[in-house]
C-alpha cells in the first residue's frame, strides 16, 4: 500500500510541475527563430499546459464572438473566423504532438495523460454549440446560393458534416453520453500509445556467446555490441524490438531457438498481463466506438468512419481485401511449401514457423538470384539516399534543399533544410532517421506548421518533419541502408512533398487534409523511382568506391522485386482484415481479444506459418493513431499510385516534367480542398485498375 501511495504522490508532483506558468513561455509571441521554427532550445515541459491551456481559452472567445454575432451568418463570419479561431491551440499542438511521437520522455507523456481528456473536451465543446452548429447549417443549406469558390464550398462542406458527425444534431441527454465515450477514447488510446512504447524500450536479447552469433553480418553484430557498450555491459552483443535490430537479426540469425525468443517478444508486446497489457484497452476501445457509431446513427465504427473515404462502405472494403487475399493466399502457401522443402533439404525435422521465415526467405532469395541485403547496403549509404531524393525532387518538381544549421532542432540528430524553388521559399523539411528510447517505432511524417493563408491570405509556410527508424551508424561505419528501407525514406519524402507543394489558403483543407485511403498515394508513388535503372545511377553508390550500383544487381534486384509478395501481402491483408472485424463489430458485449483474433484469421484460413503484420495489442495504427477502418489505406493507395507511375511510364520518360507538373497541380497542391475522385480523374482520367497493383507485386501473370 505504501508503494502505491508514493507511486500516487509522485504522480501529482509531475502534473503539477507541468502546470507552472514558466515567467518567459515561447509559445505566447511569435517564434523569433529561422522561419518561425519552434525553438525547442527555450521550449521546456512547463511551457505546455499553460500554452494549450490559454489556447483552449482564445479558441472559446473566439467562437463567442461567432456566436454572439447579430449579423446574418455569412462565410467570412462563420466558416472562415471558424478556421482561424484557434491559432495558439493549433501552434502549441503542432509542437506537442510531434514531440510525444520523436523525443519524449516521462514528463511529455505525463502532460500527454493529463491533456487527453482536456482537449476531448474542448472539441466538443465545439462540435456540440447549438448556436455554431445553426449558423453553420444555414449556410449549408443555402450552399448553392452563395458565390463560393471550390475551396470555400469544401470548406463549408467539411464542415457541416463535421459538426454532424461530431454530434451536433443529438439530443442534450445523447450529447453527454457522447462527451463521455469521446473522453475514455482519448485516455484510452494515450495509454495505449505508452503501454507499446514501454514494452519494445523493455526488452533486451542479450548474447553472451560469440557462437550465438553465427550468421550475423559484421555490421549487425557491431550495432548490438554499440547497444551493449551504452548499456554497460562491455564485451556482450544487444539485440532489441526496434525494426533495424530485430528483423536483421531474424533474417541472418543460425541460432533458431534465439529467433524464436526475440521474435516472440516482439509478437507478444502488450499481451504479456503486465502493467502494459494491452488486451483490455482494446476489448473498451472497440466497445466505445461503436457504440459512438451506434449513437451518431451508423451500424458500425467502419460505416462511420468510411462515410469520408473513397471506398465509401465496409462492404466495398471487404470485397476489394477479399480479391487481393483471393490472389495472394495461395502465392503464400507456395512460398511456405518451398521453405519447407529447404528445411528438409537441410536434414532438420521440425515444422516451418512464423520465427523462420525471414532466415529460410533469404536463403532461397541467395539461391535463386544470389543476391542479399548486406551485400546491396554498401550501395544504399543513408547520405547517398537522402542525396537521391532530393535529386529526384528537383527533377520533377525543381525544388533545391540546403542544409541550415542555424535551424533549431528538437534532436540532436535531426537535420534541418531550407526548400526553395526557383529561388523562392517553398518550407523547412527535418529528417530524424535513428531508433532511440525517446521515439516510437516505425516510420511518419508530420508537420511542427502545415501551409496555409492567413487571415489576410499572407502565405504561411510549411515546416515538415520526416521519422525514421533505420539502421544506425557504428564506430567507423556510417548508415547503411537495405532497399526496403531506401523505399521507406522515399515513401516519408512523398508524404513530405505532399505537405511542401500544398497551395491552399485554409488550414482545415491545406496539406495533408484528404481521405485517409487517398493519403498513401503521394507517399507511395515515390517508391516507384527507387529501382529505377535511371535512378539508381544518380544516387546508388558505393560508400567506400563511389562505384554505381553494377547493373548486374540491378537485374537481379528487379528479377528479386517479386519475391516473397505472397507473405508480404498476405501479413499486411491479415492486419487490414482484422482492422475492418473490429470495427464491424455491432454490440457491445465485451471483446476477448485473444480469441477474437484468433477466430478472425481462422474466418480467412491465414496459415499458422505467418501472423498478422500487426496483432491486436501492438496494433497502434489502428488504437492509437488515426487509421481505425482504414489500415486497408496502404494497399488501395497501391492501386492508385501503380496506376499513377504509369502516366510516367508511359511517356517513355520516368521524370516527365509534364506529368509531374499535372500531379503536382491535380493531387499535390490541392490537399483536400476537392473531392479525392475528382482529383484522380483530373490527373489519370479513367477509373483506378486493381490489376495494376496484383501484376505490379506478381499476384498476376
Not at 544487444?238 to 541472418?252: D, E, G, K, M, R
Not at 462515410?307 to 481485401?321: A, C, H, I, S, Y
Not at 527533377?395 to 523562392?424: A, C, Q, S, W
Request: glycine share 6%; hydrophobic share 40%.
Amino acid at each position: 500500500m505504501k508503494r502505491i501511495v508514493f507511486i500516487v504522490i509522485v504522480f501529482v508532483v509531475t502534473l503539477t510541475a507541468c502546470r507552472q506558468e514558466v515567467s518567459d513561455n515561447p509559445f505566447f509571441r511569435a517564434f523569433d527563430t529561422p522561419f518561425g521554427v519552434p525553438p525547442f532550445d527555450r521550449i521546456q515541459p512547463g511551457h505546455f499546459m499553460p500554452a494549450f491551456l490559454k489556447g483552449m481559452e482564445e479558441q472559446k472567445m473566439a467562437i463567442d464572438r461567432i456566436v454572439n454575432n447579430t449579423d446574418e451568418p455569412t462565410f467570412e463570419n462563420t466558416i472562415k473566423a471558424l478556421e482561424y479561431s484557434g491559432e495558439l491551440l493549433l501552434k502549441v499542438g503542432r509542437t506537442f504532438g510531434p514531440l510525444i511521437s520523436a523525443n519524449t520522455s516521462d514528463t511529455l507523456q505525463a502532460i500527454n495523460r493529463e491533456l487527453a481528456p482536456l482537449n476531448a473536451k474542448h472539441r466538443d465543446d465545439i462540435n456540440m454549440n447549438e448556436k455554431l452548429f445553426e449558423r453553420i447549417r444555414k449556410l449549408y443549406e443555402k450552399r448553392d446560393q452563395l458565390t463560393l469558390g471550390e475551396e470555400e464550398m469544401k470548406v463549408l462542406e467539411d464542415t457541416y458534416l463535421g459538426f454532424v458527425r461530431g454530434g451536433a444534431a443529438l439530443s442534450p441527454e445523447d450529447k453527454d453520453k457522447l462527451r463521455q465515450i469521446n473522453e475514455e477514447l482519448s485516455v484510452l488510446s494515450v495509454r495505449f500509445g505508452d503501454n507499446l512504447l514501454k514494452e519494445t524500450n523493455a526488452y533486451r536479447l542479450v548474447v553472451e556467446n560469440e557462437n550465438d552469433l553465427a550468421g550475423l553480418p559484421a555490421g549487425l553484430r557491431e550495432q548490438a555490441a554499440e547497444a551493449a557498450r551504452k548499456a554497460g555491459m562491455e564485451g556482450k552483443w544487444v539485440f532489441t524490438l526496434h525494426a533495424p535490430s530485430i528483423f536483421p537479426f531474424l533474417t541472418n540469425a543460425e541460432n533458431r531457438e534465439l529467433r524464436q525468443q526475440i521474435f516472440t517478444a516482439y509478437n507478444m508486446r502488450g499481451n504479456n498481463g503486465n502493467e502494459q497489457d494491452n488486451n483490455a484497452i482494446v476489448s473498451r476501445i472497440v466497445r466505445l466506438r461503436y457504440e459512438k457509431a451506434k449513437l451518431l446513427g451508423y451500424e458500425s465504427h467502419a460505416a462511420y468512419v468510411l462515410e469520408k473515404n473513397m471506398l465509401k462502405t465496409p462492404d466495398r472494403v471487404f470485397g476489394f481485401l477479399q480479391q487481393i487475399w483471393d490472389a495472394a493466399i495461395p502465392v503464400a502457401r507456395m512460398e511456405a511449401a518451398e521453405q519447407q522443402k529447404l528445411i528438409n533439404r537441410e536434414g532438420k525435422t521440425f515444422r516451418l514457423q512464423p520465427w523462420d521465415w525471414w532466415y529460410y526467405t533469404d536463403k532461397i532469395k541467395k539461391e535463386k538470384y544470389a543476391l542479399d541485403d548486406e551485400s546491396i547496403r554498401p550501395y544504399f549509404e543513408i547520405n547517398n539516399v537522402r542525396q537521391g531524393i532530393f535529386y529526384l525532387a528537383n527533377k520533377l518538381y525543381g525544388l533545391e534543399f540546403t542544409e541550415r544549421n542555424d535551424i533549431p532542432k528538437y534532436h540532436p540528430e535531426v537535420m534541418t533544410y531550407e526548400v526553395n524553388r526557383n529561388g523562392n521559399h517553398v518550407g523547412v523539411l527535418m529528417i530524424d532517421n535513428f531508433p532511440r528510447a525517446s521515439k516510437r517505432g516505425g516510420a511518419w511524417c508530420t508537420a511542427f506548421r502545415g501551409q496555409h493563408r492567413d487571415m489576410n491570405g499572407n502565405m504561411v509556410y510549411p515546416i515538415v518533419s520526416m521519422v525514421t527508424n533505420f539502421t544506425p551508424p557504428t564506430k567507423g561505419n556510417p548508415s547503411l541502408l537495405t532497399p526496403d528501407e531506401a523505399l521507406t525514406l522515399f515513401h516519408e519524402f512523398g508524404h513530405a512533398l505532399h505537405q511542401l507543394l500544398s497551395n491552399s489558403t485554409y488550414p482545415s483543407v491545406a496539406g495533408t487534409g484528404v481521405p485517409r485511403d487517398f493519403v498513401e498515394l503521394p507517399s507511395q508513388i515515390m517508391e516507384h523511382w527507387v529501382l529505377e535503372p535511371e535512378m539508381l545511377k544518380a544516387y546508388a553508390k558505393h560508400y567506400l568506391t563511389g562505384e554505381v550500383i553494377p547493373q548486374e544487381i540491378v537485374e537481379k534486384l528487379d528479377k528479386a522485386s517479386k519475391f516473397n509478395t505472397g507473405f508480404i501481402t498476405t501479413e499486411y491483408l491479415a492486419a487490414s482484415l482484422l482492422d475492418m472485424e473490429y470495427h464491424t463489430v455491432k454490440d457491445t458485449v465485451a471483446i476477448d481479444v485473444k480469441a477474437f483474433e484468433k477466430s478472425a484469421m481462422e474466418k480467412y484460413s491465414l496459415i499458422p506459418e505467418i501472423i498478422p503484420r500487426y496483432r491486436s495489442t501492438y496494433f497502434s495504427h489502428v488504437f492509437s493513431g488515426g487509421y481505425s477502418a482504414g489500415y486497408y489505406s496502404y494497399i488501395w493507395c497501391e492501386v492508385l499510385d501503380a496506376d499513377a507511375f504509369q502516366a510516367f511510364k508511359e511517356t517513355g520518360d520516368i521524370f516527365n516534367k509534364e506529368v509531374a507538373e499535372a500531379f503536382e497541380r491535380e493531387i499535390l497542391s490541392r490537399g483536400g480542398s476537392r473531392d479525392a475522385y475528382n482529383m484522380w480523374m483530373a490527373f489519370r482520367g479513367k477509373e483506378p485498375d486493381i490489376n495494376a497493383l496484383l501484376w505490379n507485386r506478381g499476384l498476376i501473370k
